[in-house]
């Protein structure tokens, strides 16, 4: 039976606000450099307004992957939460536009607005995210809709919605869901700083929840408190099925089983580095969900990144089945 959908993803639905900026700029904003930062409602309307040529799009870690495999030519769903105000709006359309169904629509009532991330972007191609979360870290099990979630191959989760309760439920819900359905769960672990806040939770969740997950070295090396990449490796393909860890401009090591693959990255100098994660992700999630190898999968995802990393903005602008098909795949 075929699914309506190939990917389905929760997680923070959020409209990137971008601007080029030197780092004199961020010092005196008192912006640290090259992390993300949760910022409050006070603070993320200042660096807002302290914005010049500002371009605003659809994000959200999650978003851009399914925005980069709709790219790839597979069919995706977002589970995520916006106000039913000007951004929230133009964030619905933006996924719709772009060919990722968004079917819970902009929320009314309430007083919490759409999320909104001031990503400031130096000479170096670092970017300095500033985001003030509003409601879309607000994503409960009453977001997801069963129907939705067992008409997928996929399921994708964003770590930094563990931060709530809700968050961790609604995860909870749609990866029972998707099993039910004989789907595959995974996640991204996000961030360094959002494993070291809930460690035993994700630990938990890789090793009865999950089907794969998708991190860096420093996240993996934090989940599992290790000396070294390879001991945390070893400990989290110990817990869960598929481990992919990206590795900045060095080889990607995936995991699944006794099958252990290194694929070479080609260094490049970023324009933007914004959204390398996520596209490396839809990438690899394009080879799954197509039934590729774990070499070609991932061979996808270094392609993607790359694309992504080559300008400003976090998603593609070029035409990646055209890419894929120009590297064999």
Known sequence: MTKRYEVVGIGNAVVDVIAQTDDSFLEHMGITKGIMQLVERERGETLYAAMSERVQAAGGSVANTLAGLGAMGRSTAF???????????????????????????????????????????????????????????????????????????????????FDKDQGKEAFAKAARAIRQGGGMAGIALSDPFCVDRHRADFQALLANDLDYVIGNEAEFTTLYEAGTLDEALATAAAACPLVVCTRSGDAVVIIRGDERVEIPVNRVVPVDATGAGDQFAAGFLNGLVTGRTLQDAGRMGCIAAAEVIGHMGARPEKDMKALFADAGL
């Open 79 to 161: 589970i995520g939460r916006v106000r039913d105000d000007a951004l929230g709006r133009f964030y619905a359309d933006a996924m719709t536009d772009g060919g990722t169904d968004f079917p819970n629509g902009p929320v009314t009532g309430g007083d919490l607005p759409t999320s909104r991330s001031m990503i400031f972007v130096s000479p170096d191609g670092e970017r300095s995210m500033n985001t003030y979360l509003g409601i879309s870290s607000e994503v409960g099990p009453d977001d997801v809709d069963d129907a939705v979630v067992t008409d997928a191959q996929v399921l994708f989760l964003e770590g930094y919605l």
